[in-house]
């Protein structure tokens, strides 16, 4: 099993379907799930599935509901290409004990149809204390959901 990081196959088509919103008045929820090392995810995984999601104090099935911190904008990114970005607001689980390898942020509005694939790079453990997914800087060259 492994977990591969990316955007998915049917994000993109929904992309180009008009099925994704990610704008201030977005009537769509996006949800990140935590998995184990035993989750097979990559850019062909369709949407949200309960198999190999971890278990464990403070964590409920089907993750927390995410922010979208940053709106559809662009930018230049290092290369000179221009790129469209979105991005979220951090996430956490509180007084949680658990181990998780990776994650899923997918659209529960749509059928659970999946977003992105994230990979931690290994196991990351936390002991009765928080638990943060924390997304990485929202710009042209960073932002967790970039198209060039």
């Known amino acids: 099993m492994a977990i591969t990081q990316g955007l998915t196959t049917v994000f993109k088509l929904n992309l180009l ?37 971890i278990t464990g104090t403070g964590y409920t099935a089907g993750g927390n509901t995410l922010t979208v911190s940053t709106t559809p904008t662009s930018g230049t990114n290092s290369y000179g290409v221009v790129t469209a970005y979105i991005s979220f607001t951090n996430t956490e689980w509180t007084s949680a004990s658990f181990t998780a390898r990776g994650a899923l942020i997918y659209n529960s509005s749509k059928s659970n149809k999946s977003v992105a694939v994230l ?26 959901v970039r198209i060039s």
């Open 17 to 53: 379907n008009g099925a994704e919103n990610f704008t201030g008045t977005s009537p769509y929820v996006y949800k990140i799930a935590l998995y184990n090392a035993n989750a097979s995810l990559d850019n062909t995984t369709t949407a949200y599935t309960s198999n190999n999601e």
């Open 119 to 144: 990979d931690f790079g290994g196991d990351k453990t936390v002991s009765d204390g928080t638990f943060t997914v924390q997304f990485p800087a929202a710009d042209a060259n960073s932002a967790i």
